[in-house]
């Protein structure tokens, strides 16, 4: 929650602060984000397999004090924040850090839950409460105060989130010596490459829809916080009933009815002419999120061997985070080029219909992974 607090409301507003503050174009906005999430993604396949060596919690204190460094750097010197290049490379770093955490925290979360699919509901959650609340407060800042309030509520949340990590407890790790990054699990690479289809969707909530609801709607910053105040309470509010279908349906089904209900709600934005519409998208899209995702990191969970699941976290949540580097890539591409719209959401949701397709054609080959899985992920 701490994490997603302190970083949600600088990754939303990131891309508005560099073209109205900084003064960078769209394009330069989309390649920023797309140049340092690629970075991250690299990082955290070496990340989870540096938890896997030396401790999952000694690599998230690792990357929570160096985002908190970051955060520090940007409230107290003016150059880092004012300056394009300075910022830049200060927001690049902050994105490599904020994704060197995730691999290790999925890892004390598997590893610390007898049911994987409960684990990681009960993290998104908390991961939602923040990425909520963070950028609602960060809208209220820049409406009332300006954008500089944004790093001191990161600053704020990152130390918070520094303090709790001291108090995590360890969970058993591999002593085994870092074999590298290749991995000959088939169900593995085949879940990671649905997900990095289906969250190229998920990264439009930068570039795309702050950009969109901001140009195209008029939308200001305040309103454009509440609609990410209404996922986190979403949130909140279905992951409990949502959990309840997943055990009940299965993770196959629920991740592929997650994903169709996710990527429509997307699209529905096309269909939004003020704030009321982009709420309702949003819930819509939040439900089908609520089913997906923890899912997705529950069968990452249950094909992986426990001696591997920091590296396999690593790997599932490197595809990710390309995912998250084209995204922003298409969506800022698309607003450059026109305002159309249907064209924007229909472009840059395709993907996560493709996602649904590539995982219903291979996983009904392979079989449904359950909670009870017996899949031996060496065989595979």
């Known amino acids: 929650m701490t994490r997603g607090l302190a970083f949600s409301s600088l990754w939303i507003f990131s891309a508005l602060y560099m073209r109205s503050y900084l003064g960078l174009s769209v394009i330069i906005d989309a390649v920023v984000i797309a140049s340092g999430t690629a970075a991250g993604a690299i990082f955290q396949r070496f990340a989870g397999s540096f938890g896997d060596r030396f401790g999952h919690k000694t690599t998230v204190l690792i990357a929570v004090a160096i985002s908190t460094v970051l955060y520090l750097l940007l409230v107290l010197l003016s ?5 394009p290049t300075y910022f830049i490379s200060a927001f690049i770093a902050l994105m490599i850090s904020n994704s060197s955490q995730m691999p290790s925290i999925y890892a004390l979360v598997s590893e610390s839950s007898k049911i994987k699919t409960k684990g990681f509901s009960i993290l998104r959650v908390g991961n939602n409460i923040g990425w909520g609340v963070g950028p609602a407060l960060g809208g209220f800042a820049i409406y009332t105060s300006g954008f500089y309030y944004l790093f001191v ?48 969707v998920q990264a439009q909530e930068t570039v795309t829809l702050t950009n969109y609801s901001n140009l195209i709607l008029g939308l200001n910053y305040f309103q454009l916080g509440l609609i990410y105040l209404v996922n ?8 409990g009933p949502l959990y309840k279908i997943i055990r009940r349906i299965g993770n196959y089904f629920s991740f592929s009815i997650g ?20 709420i309702i998208s949003t819930i819509i899209l939040t439900i089908g999120e609520g089913l997906a995702f923890p899912s997705a990191s529950a069968m990452v969970s249950l094909v992986s061997k426990p001696e591997n699941i920091g590296r396999n976290m690593g790997i599932f949540n490197g595809f990710i985070s390309i995912g998250r580097a084209f995204g922003p890539l298409i969506g800022g591409t698309v607003l450059f080029i026109t305002t159309a719209p249907l064209l924007i959401w229909g472009i840059t949701t395709s993907t996560g219909f493709m996602s649904l397709i590539f995982f219903a054609f291979v996983f009904r080959r392979v079989g449904k992974i359950q909670e009870n899985s017996n899949v031996d992920p060496g065989k595979e």
């Open 79 to 83: 150059p880092v924040r004012n300056n």
């Open 153 to 200: 509520l990161g600053l704020a949340s990152s130390a918070v989130g520094l303090f709790i990590s001291v108090m995590l407890r360890e969970v058993k790790f591999s002593t085994e010596k870092f074999k590298g990054f290749r991995t000959d699990n088939r169900l593995l690479i085949a879940l990671s490459i649905s997900a990095l289809l289906l969250f190229m």
């Open 232 to 239: 986190g309470a979403a949130v909140v509010a279905t992951q």
């Open 259 to 278: 994903s169709l209900i996710y990527t429509a709600g997307f699209f529905s934005y096309a269909f939004d002419t003020n704030l009321t519409g982009m």
